[in-house]
DNA sequence: ACATGGATGCTT
DNA sequence: AGCATCCATGTC
């Protein structure tokens, strides 16, 4: 079985894509962290905290935990082990690939910079319409899924410690934040 | 650098 | 019940 680590690398390059009502947006995962469960000050689900929001992480690995922050954005993530081991990887940002337009309208994007639609966790699920709806769906599933790529990106793995986390002690500098080299994509810290 | 924003999960 | 917190963002 891969490690969240290996899940949050193996993810970079696939391609998230969601159909609500036959309007496709996809894109090219390029930023993920991951977020390893009990002994992760960061994590939700630390020292196996258990509640209403936390609840998806401890099912099996392949389904959304999505979650509001700040009472204004949303934040995606992929669950990634078996039964009562809470990791998951959180997406932070996407090289946009279908439904550019639909994206910008979901986004009121004006005349901004074209690297700046997708390239956050918050601006990724508003630009693709993730919301509360999303939690627990089966990414395997035919509406929200991640799927092999048909467009091939360079996939060199650059690595940096996690970002806004500075509240957690010990696990702030943790190297679990993965994003693709040189990809203009990837949210700026 | 700062206001925004409300669900969430603590503590009484 | 009340309250501090927060895996951001946009605009200041």
Redesign the pocket.
């Known amino acids: 079985m891969r490690n969240t680590l290996d899940v949050a690398k193996y993810l970079l390059g696939k391609e998230l894509v969601h159909i609500i009502e036959k309007q496709i947006t996809s894109g090219l995962i390029v930023e993920v ?1 991951a ?1 390893i469960g009990p002994g992760d000050s ?3 689900a630390y020292q196996g ?1 258990r ?4 609840r998806i992480q401890y099912e099996i690995g392949g389904k959304a935990y999505v ?7 949303y ?1 995606f ?1 992929v669950v990634t082990q078996k039964e009562d081991l809470p990791e ?1 990887v ?1 997406v ?1 940002a996407l090289q946009p690939l279908q439904g550019v337009e639909i994206m910008e309208k979901r ?1 009121s994007f004006k005349n901004n910079n074209r690297f ?1 639609l997708t390239n ?5 699920c508003q630009a693709m319409a993730i919301d ?1 709806s999303c939690y627990g769906v089966d990414l395997c599933g035919s509406k929200l899924y991640i799927r092999e790529a048909k467009v091939k990106i360079p996939k060199h793995i650059a690595v940096s410690k ?4 500075e ?1 957690a002690r010990n696990a702030k500098n943790f190297p679990w934040r993965f994003y693709l080299k040189n990809n203009l994509y990837v ?1 700026k810290p």
């Not at 509640?51 to 936390?54: A, E, F, L, N, Y």
């Not at 979650?67 to 954005?73: K, R, T, V």
Request: glycine share 8%; proline share 6%.
């Open positions: 962290e977020y960061a994590s939700h905290k509640t209403p929001r936390t979650y509001q922050i700040y009472g204004l954005h934040c993530n998951v959180l932070r986004r700046e956050g966790p918050g601006k990724l509360k996690r970002i806004n986390i509240y949210s």
